[in-house]
């Protein structure tokens, strides 16, 4: 079973100042893969809050999904917060989102997202816009379940049948 926590970080979201429209779309694409929302939170743009919520969340879920804060603006510190936290990063995920989102825009030159394991849990980095986070869930979305199987343990035979 998947449960995941969705984090998003955002100054004006976390004040009510803004929409947290990426969190819905995230939410929306999580039933794809059946997993379960197990927790949902706005936080502001500050590195040891983001890490600390990352790590608390492990302990209820074992996939973190952030929305916001992968840019190059001075507030955007979720990928260093990120890797406080991970013991193992996993840079194909965020490389194939960059890859393809590059295909739409060049902006997508400009994420720093970032993806890793903290225990048994993967924490991934999406971009704070609902559409970019779709395009990029889209990419990664079906290699979730086997990461998470993997992370458990479950180690047969990955070639693929």
């Given at each position: 079973?998947?449960?995941?926590?969705?984090?998003?970080?955002?100054?004006?979201?976390?004040?009510?100042e803004?929409?947290?429209?990426?969190?819905?779309?995230?939410?929306?694409?999580?039933?794809?893969?059946?997993?379960?929302?197990?927790?949902?939170?706005?936080i502001?743009?500050?590195?040891?809050?983001?890490?600390?919520?990352?790590?608390?969340?492990?302990?209820?879920?074992?996939?973190?999904?952030?929305?916001?804060?992968?840019?190059?603006?001075?507030?955007d510190?979720?990928?260093?917060?990120?890797?406080?936290?991970?013991?193992?990063?996993?840079?194909?995920?965020?490389?194939?989102?960059?890859?393809?989102?590059?295909?739409?825009?060049?902006?997508?030159?400009?994420?720093?997202?970032?993806s890793?394991?903290?225990?048994?849990?993967?924490i991934i980095?999406?971009?704070?816009?609902?559409?970019?986070?779709?395009?990029?869930?889209?990419?990664?979305l079906?290699?979730?379940?086997?990461?998470?199987?993997?992370l458990?343990?479950?180690?047969?035979d990955?070639?693929?049948?």
């Amino acid at each position: 079973m998947i449960k995941a926590a969705i984090l998003t970080i955002s100054d004006k979201g976390s004040r009510g100042e803004r929409e947290d429209k990426s969190g819905q779309v995230i939410r929306e694409k999580l039933g794809e893969i059946q997993a379960e929302v197990v927790a949902y939170e706005v936080i502001p743009d500050e590195r040891v809050l983001i890490a600390q919520r990352l790590k608390g969340l492990t302990e209820v879920a074992n996939l973190l999904l952030t929305t916001g804060g992968t840019g190059v603006s001075p507030r955007d510190v979720t990928p260093e917060a990120t890797r406080d936290v991970i013991e193992k990063e996993l840079p194909g995920f965020a490389e194939a989102m960059r890859a393809e989102s590059f295909k739409i825009t060049p902006r997508a030159l400009g994420s720093r997202a970032i993806s890793g394991i903290h225990r048994e849990s993967l924490i991934i980095n999406l971009p704070g816009s609902p559409k970019a986070v779709a395009e990029c869930l889209d990419v990664v979305l079906m290699a979730i379940p086997h990461v998470l199987e993997l992370l458990k343990g479950n180690v047969e035979d990955c070639a693929r049948k």
